[in-house]
């Protein structure tokens, strides 16, 4: 691993090239790294940053933000972000100082949201506190929701873009992250909601060989589409609601 540091700001050499990186309380993050890039409704294709800047603004999928989310977890501020068609885009999160030749585990972050909303980056899912408890590397994925990753396939349009932009992450993952300290053979997927279903359709997929050994899958809808409505009536009919 080679780190340039100026202040708070370091510069990891990675085969993909060299990648800026910030100091935050504790933890070293490398912020919105481009990890492949894709015309509408195409597969997506590897790239290399060459020198990658920090952007002032978290690129996101174009979506349209859901009320009823933000009253269960917390208001998007949406000056935050700035929607992308061609959203793949990681974030690496990794403990401030760790040995010379250390190689830590590798946590895979898929978020949520229905295959509709969200990002890797949501500030509700900051994994600092668990980076620096935990001595993990966890790396933050986003990728392509709603029409543009899930609307259907045909000889022309490709379906299931959203999770081909998942395993492209992971072969960016296995081909960069020992040069931020990781294992590349020490890799867990941990998806919640629909990202747990994500990874639960990427453990049957062919083209992942070796891209990741485990998988935590959170509050995956699997098995409950047919009962969702009456769960959904019943929770919303509480007291909070």
Same mark, same amino acid.
């Given at each position: 691993m080679t780190t340039q540091q100026h202040s708070e700001v370091l510069t990891f050499?990675?085969?993909?090239?060299?990648?800026?990186?910030?100091?935050?309380?504790?933890?070293?993050? @490398?912020? !919105?790294? &481009? +990890? @492949?890039? !894709?015309? &509408? +409704?195409?597969?997506?294709?590897?790239?290399?940053?060459?020198?990658?800047?920090?952007p002032e603004k978290t690129p996101v999928c174009p979506q349209h933000i859901s009320p009823l989310l933000e009253r269960l977890i917390q208001k998007t501020e949406v000056d935050q972000?700035?929607?992308?068609?061609?959203?793949?885009?990681?974030?690496?999160?990794?403990?401030?100082?760790?040995?010379?030749?250390?190689?830590l585990p590798v946590i895979v972050w898929i978020h949520g949201g229905s295959y509709e909303i969200g990002c890797g980056d949501l500030p509700t899912s900051d994994p600092a506190v668990w980076v620096k408890e935990q001595q993990v590397i966890v790396v933050s994925v986003s990728y392509r929701l709603g029409l543009f990753g899930f609307l259907g396939g045909s000889e022309e349009r490709p379906a299931n873009l959203g999770l081909f932009d998942i395993i492209e992450s992971l072969r960016w993952i296995g081909k960069n992250i020992l040069s931020f300290g990781g294992d590349p053979e020490n890799v867990t997927l941990f998806g919640q909601s629909s990202g747990g279903d994500a990874i639960a359709h990427l453990m049957i997929s062919e083209g992942v060989d070796r891209l990741f050994r485990r998988a935590i899958i959170h509050s995956a809808p699997l098995g409950f589409r047919l009962k969702r409505q009456k769960m959904s009536l019943e929770f919303f009919a509480g007291p909070n609601f």
């Open positions: 050499q990675t085969p993909s090239g060299r990648i800026p990186a910030i100091t935050e309380d504790g933890v070293i993050k @490398a912020k !919105s790294i &481009r +990890y @492949a890039r !894709s015309e &509408r +409704y195409k597969r997506p294709v590897p790239v290399d940053v060459g020198w990658h800047e920090i972000f700035e929607p992308d068609e061609s959203p793949q885009f990681l974030t690496v999160t990794r403990p401030e100082y760790i040995g010379e030749d250390e190689k």
